[in-house]
């Protein structure tokens, strides 16, 4: 079971990195698809691990970006972890729409929230719109891919 879950994980963050390759251009090189394969794994994974998906496969799509924020993106991938440790946790606990709110606002606002103080209230403001439509992309496709699992899986059951 340990080895199907390691696999399981590893095809997720690889997942993760090739959506972290399908850039959206709002400003930041780093805002990417990278979020969406995290956000699926939570039907197969722990919350910690799939938050690492998430953390991974930022960190992935910040190297093609060419880690434009520099070290921020330690931080930045420490956001991603928790916001979709918290999705898994909604999730588990069947928040239907309340899971898909705390990652939007989670992703798109309150990570960006430190670089208000960090880096400049001018960033922020710049990036916040960006962040929180890369969020609401990225939530839009995994819902979709979600809702499509879940219905397969209960043809399969009937």
Known sequence: MKTRILALAALFISLSAIGGMLKIPLGIASIALDAMPALVAVLFLSAPLAGTVAALGHLASALYGGF???????????????????????????????????????????????????????????????????????????????????????????
């Open 68 to 158: 434009p924020l520099g070290p921020f993106h330690v931080i930045i991938a420490l956001e991603m972890a928790l916001v979709i440790w918290l999705f898994a946790v909604l999730h588990r606990k069947d928040y239907k729409i309340g899971k898909w709110v705390a990652f939007v606002l989670g992703n798109g606002i309150v990570a960006a929230l430190p670089f208000y103080f960090l880096l400049s209230p001018a960033f922020f403001y710049a990036s916040v719109p960006g962040l929180v439509i890369a969020s609401a992309i990225n939530a839009l496709g995994a819902g979709t891919v979600m809702s499509i699992m879940a219905s397969r899986f209960r043809e399969r059951v009937k």
